[in-house]
């Protein structure tokens, strides 16, 4: 789990109630140890910039490329993202994701919304919770579109998976429905 920034301890209550063995990642030792890594919800320039400053940067970059499960909620989607858009000049992201993602796509925090979304694979629909949400625009042809979302007359992809790597616009750790917390662990236990 990347503890440096976001909604940590919401993450780590849901892979837990899976039986899923944590860590909290704060430098490269640490990130060493672990099997799968979920990149949270937060603000993706801060997160960008603490990853340099504790030297996790490259090192989170290179156990993504050798495919380390990732999931990204939210910031982290965006961090996971190959493309961004509305970023700012100096972003950086960690890559992997074949998709351009658009920051705060829905509007500021007062746009912020939830509802019920139906995810590819799972039976019943999630409750999903949008804050300052991006979406993507673009998914390259490996990219699996797992949720999307009708927003003015357009369809808005908001869960993808690609390979080792899942990818979230909503804040699936908010509330007791861990089922795409379960998507995740099912990426690393195979």
């Not at 673009?138 to 990818?167: F, K, N, P, T």
């Amino acid at each position: 789990m990347f503890a440096l920034q976001g909604d940590v301890r919401e993450h780590l209550h849901a892979l837990e109630r899976l039986g899923a063995r944590t860590l909290r990642v704060r430098r490269p030792e640490e990130l060493a140890q672990c099997d799968g890594l979920v990149l949270p919800g937060g603000e993706s320039t801060t997160m960008f910039k603490l990853a340099r400053t504790f030297d996790l940067f490259e090192p989170i970059v290179e156990r993504i490329a050798d495919g380390m499960p990732t999931f990204g909620t939210c910031a982290g989607m965006i961090m996971l993202a190959d493309r961004v858009k509305d970023g700012t000049r100096d972003q950086e992201t960690f890559g992997g994701l074949d998709v351009t993602v658009r920051r705060n796509a829905f509007g500021r925090q007062v746009d912020s919304f939830e509802g019920d979304l139906d995810v590819a694979g799972l039976a019943d629909p999630v409750h999903a919770v949008f804050i300052r949400a991006p979406w993507i625009e673009q998914a390259g042809e490996s990219v699996e579109v797992l949720a999307s979302v009708a927003v003015a007359g357009a369809d808005r992809i908001v869960a993808v998976r690609q390979g080792h790597l899942l990818a979230t616009a909503f804040h699936p750790e908010v509330g007791d429905d861990d089922r795409v917390h379960g998507l995740f662990v099912d990426l690393v236990t195979q």
